[in-house]
């Protein structure tokens, strides 16, 4: 463990000629104070010296004029520049007074302001030059005395080369403006030994800790870091404290865009290992002076698993669909996939028909991956899955204190988390006639207003929409806007019925057959492949075309995964008897009455095929004979299914 010392701050003064003689003659009165060494050397012979005190390195040099200003861009020791004071100046002008008519006032770096303000105040005619390095320092002295003018008032160079030129020369520099740089240096020498102080007191703590943990400041420069995050970062640096003073993210470039923006936590991987990675302040002086970040390796991780599976799942918006999971070969179908690639080309507002359970979602979702805005959020919403408050809420998000319960710092609303990526609005026929005219305006003018806010934030979003409804019924009865189906029926897609697709069944029952094998073992050697999934299925195939299918394709999962239970349990080499068949999924093997049953059958999916019919006309522009080739029916079908849905045409 290092040790607080409490040597006298070493100091550094360098100079020479005229400065250098002021240094030696109030040394004496620092020596309990400071260890003080007046080197002669100045400009780069000053730089190697200092350089090469490896050992016995000075906390804070103090300098004048060019020379200053030279160290302070070459060393990495702090540099105190004498300044002179306004007494220095008029004492100096008026000594210069005497010795000659014509004075001039040079310095280095502009003339104070102060000085010239007091020149013009009392009506002294002085000429007040500048220098910047030591030629133009040679260069304006020449210039003077060719210039007339008898006595110069500087720093020792200038005043040196003054004497050179013939000319009188008066330090600008007093004792008073000397003792002022060297209390200058004292300040900044104790201030920095009580900062190396407070990190070593930190980083003996950093280093007894378990977890891995690094402190910076506010600038993300490391002030401390301990041993066990030096390994994970895979540092092979035995000291830490030549890290300190380092950006973080130069050290580590493996933590750029993983470390929580706000106090908190978050999940990431460092190397390959999961960790819990926590933000906190680093409090000094009683105000936020940098953060602290730990990081929190796998097996501590497990106890928070929930929580922050929890967190990570509520703010990651992914499609999981593509177009290649939607299964099936019939002509309808292979129409549906032709117009979700057509359609992902656009930022059209698309709305898609379909009766419960026949991959509206899905279908979104492959529009999505396939669009422009794939690499940014797909937010879905059931609109008839909340409350109207609670799905204002969640749509629009909330200022805080806009309401009791109201989450501190507010929220912001699933329209938001959707920027840059695809709002979908499922079942948007159950939406409340309040949020309509809310959601309207998000699609007209692409801002939102969270509830309690004025302020409105700009989104650049894209709006599916799906519905088992007839809009149209909704409009003319009055529980749904006019005006809003029209901003969301740009582009539609209608979703066959599994009844009007039979022809696919038998793929969809083999695919969701091998999707339980994935998920169990035992059935997984039992349906190894494709071709087995479709023998087990065989007998039941004919049974499964006729069915109607009120559920659609979530129906079939059910039926499938209620079959892939009975397998797992049997021999491999046992089929599945008819009989065991019709115990599992006795609804398909139900002969559908004529009379009243039959009729609600096709109340069910009446309004759906009116909506599938519609689209498809719209589609080839209101051609009936194209749009009944399309839909593989006749004009009198047509005539009679658009009629069904309440709407003739």
Request: proline share 4%; net charge negative; hydrophobic share 45%.
């Amino acid at each position: 463990m290092k040790t607080q010392t409490f040597a006298r701050p070493r100091i550094w003064a360098t100079g020479i000629s005229r400065l250098r003689d002021l240094f030696i003659d109030i040394a004496g009165d620092y020596a309990e104070r400071a260890e003080l060494n007046v080197l002669a050397l100045g400009f780069e012979d000053a730089v190697r010296a200092i350089e090469a005190s490896e050992g016995e390195r000075p906390d804070v040099i103090v300098a004048g004029g060019s020379n200053g200003a030279y160290l302070k861009s070459r060393v990495s020791v702090p540099v105190v520049i004498i300044g002179p004071t306004g007494f220095d100046v008029m004492h100096a002008l008026a000594r210069a007074r005497r010795e000659g008519a014509r004075v001039a006032l040079v310095t280095h770096g502009e003339t104070p302001k102060e000085v010239e303000r007091f020149l013009g105040a009392y009506g002294i005619e002085l000429i007040c030059e500048s220098y910047a390095t030591t030629q133009d320092a040679e260069n304006l002295v020449l210039d003077l005395r060719d210039r007339g003018v008898d006595v110069v008032v500087g720093p020792g160079m200038v005043t040196d080369l003054a004497a050179e030129a013939g000319m009188g020369a008066v330090f600008l520099y007093s004792r008073a403006s000397i003792a002022a740089a060297f209390e200058t240096a004292l300040e900044v020498a104790q201030a920095m030994r009580s900062e190396a102080a407070r990190r070593n007191r930190l980083d003996n703590l950093l280093q007894h800790l378990r977890d891995g943990v690094v402190a910076v400041d506010a600038d993300g420069r490391i002030e401390a870091i301990n041993r066990p995050l030096m390994n994970a970062l895979g540092l092979g640096i035995a000291d830490s404290s030549r890290l300190a003073g380092r950006a973080l993210l130069d050290v580590a470039p493996a933590l750029d865009g993983m470390l929580p923006a706000a106090d908190g936590d978050v999940f990431g991987k460092v190397r390959g290992v999961s960790y819990a990675i926590h933000r906190g302040p680093l409090a000094g002086d009683g105000a936020s002076a940098g953060t602290l970040f730990t990081f929190q390796e796998s097996r501590a991780v497990e106890r928070l698993d929930r929580t922050l599976r929890s967190r990570q799942g509520a703010q990651e918006f992914v499609a999981r669909y593509r177009l290649e999971d939607v299964v099936g070969e019939s002509d309808s179908i292979e129409r549906v996939r032709a117009l979700v690639r057509k359609y992902a080309k656009s930022n059209a507002t698309v709305l898609i028909l379909g009766e419960s359970g026949t991959g509206k979602e899905m279908v979104a979702q492959s529009m999505h991956r396939l669009s422009r805005r794939r690499d940014f959020p797909f937010v879905a919403i059931n609109c008839g899955a909340f409350p109207e408050a609670l799905l204002e809420s969640e749509l629009f998000g909330y200022e805080e204190g806009a309401f009791t319960g109201a989450r501190k710092g507010g929220k912001a609303g699933l329209i938001e988390a959707a920027h840059r990526g695809t709002l979908f609005l499922d079942e948007i026929g159950e939406m409340p006639p309040s949020l309509q005219s809310r959601l309207l305006r998000v699609l007209q003018e692409r801002e939102v207003v969270r509830l309690g806010s004025t302020e409105p934030t700009r989104v650049d979003i894209r709006v599916i929409a799906a519905t088992h409804r007839t809009l149209a019924d909704g409009v003319a009865n009055g529980s749904f806007r006019a005006d809003l189906f029209y901003r969301i029926n740009i582009l539609s897609v209608a979703l066959p019925p599994l009844r009007a697709r039979s022809g696919d069944i038998a793929l969809l029952a083999t695919e969701l057959l091998l999707q339980a094998a994935s998920r169990d073992k035992a059935l997984a050697a039992r349906v190894p492949d494709r071709n087995a999934a479709m023998q087990l299925l065989a007998p039941l195939e004919q049974t499964m075309r006729t069915y109607l299918w009120p559920g659609n394709v979530r129906e079939l999962q059910n039926v499938i995964e209620r079959i892939a239970v009975e397998l797992a349990d049997l021999p491999s080499d046992t089929p599945l008897p008819m009989d065991d068949f019709e115990a599992i999924a006795p609804e398909l093997f139900e002969i559908a009455p004529e009379g009243e049953g039959a009729s609600n059958l096709r109340q069910l999916s009446r309004s759906a095929e009116a909506d599938q019919v519609r689209a498809t006309l719209d589609e080839f522009g209101g051609d009936r004979d194209a749009a009944c080739r399309a839909l593989g029916i006749s004009k009198t079908t047509l005539w009679r299914k658009l009629n069904a849905g309440g709407n003739r045409r």
